[in-house]
């Protein structure tokens, strides 16, 4: 409403708009110095970790890592490659296409700084500008498949560590709880953190921990690599799929692509 009202009263507005964007360039000065200091902060995230649980743990948090990252990949690859296969459009041509978002998320362990970038490339990709403006915004807040996937598994991780015993109902529970609050995390590096321990703390009664994430201190930048490639890969696929299906796909904008760069087949190719 904000918004529309400023739109309405046209150039008196503009100082007010001028602050906000001098506000914009300030938060992201600020995110900025953050990311410079987060190496001393993973560091010491993982001296803490090693000094109280030992140099034992390391292996453990190292099988709770790769399980996390053949997860997701299986996911990529098997449930949103056949989702792709589904709606005539190959999931390995796709990820081609966005290397270069994907490679920003892997150093910023945020999905949200590629997020300019990747409507970009999927315009160029052959989806509408409409359906790219509604559906990756959207899907930033309440398509994170990657950071279900990741509270689900630290969740059972921390569990286990305690010796604590679960029952089906518990774990079905537990899953359904962290599948919806998982959709009210931001996009921004550590956001499953924050919201692994508010959703521990709402549980009835305290099944898992809350202490047991110290455990995840020390990997959880790793993780986040993880699920933040994860959720912009989903929701990727989700603008193309939406796109498809509403008859906003432009294959002729692929085509047009492909051949300025040489790099990619285009569908039409592959799919006839």
């Known amino acids: ?7 309405a009263l046209g150039d008196r507005v503009k100082p007010v708009t001028s602050f906000f964007e001098k506000m914009n360039d300030i938060f992201f000065k600020l995110v900025a110095l953050i990311m410079r200091f987060s190496p001393f902060a993973a560091g010491g995230a993982m001296a803490y970790t090693i000094g109280k649980f030992g140099i034992g743990s390391l292996f453990s948090l190292g099988k709770m890592m790769g ?20 709606y005539g459009f190959s999931i390995f041509n796709m990820l081609k296409f966005i290397k270069e978002e994907i490679l920003l998320v892997l150093g910023t362990s945020s999905s949200e700084s590629a997020l300019p970038r990747l409507m970009q490339r999927l315009e160029k990709y052959g989806c509408s500008k409409s359906v790219v403006g ?10 994170l498949d990657g950071t279900s996937i990741y509270l689900s598994m630290v969740a059972l991780f921390i569990a286990q560590a305690y010796g604590i015993e ?13 599948m919806l609050t998982s959709k009210g995390a931001a996009g921004v590096t550590g956001s499953g953190f924050v919201t ?21 201190l020390g990997v959880d930048r790793f993780m986040s690599e993880a699920r933040a490639i994860t959720n912009l890969i989903g929701n ?9 299906s509403e008859k906003q796909f432009n294959p002729d904008q692929v085509i047009e692509d492909t051949e300025s760069t040489g790099t990619y087949v285009s569908e039409q190719k592959m799919f006839g």
């Open 1 to 7: 409403m904000f918004g529309l009202a400023m739109s």
């Open 67 to 86: 399980s996390v990252y053949i997860t997701m990949f299986l996911f990529v690859v098997v449930v949103l490659g056949i989702v792709a296969r589904i």
């Open 134 to 143: 509604l559906v990756v915004p959207t899907g930033y807040s309440f398509n």
């Open 166 to 178: 679960m029952s089906l109902v518990q774990v079905l529970t537990l899953l359904g709880v962290l």
């Open 196 to 216: 692994l321990a508010a959703t521990l703390a709402a549980i009835p009664g305290n099944v898992i921990p809350m202490e047991g994430m110290a455990l995840l």
């Open 236 to 244: 990727s696929v989700a603008t193309v799929v939406i796109a498809k």
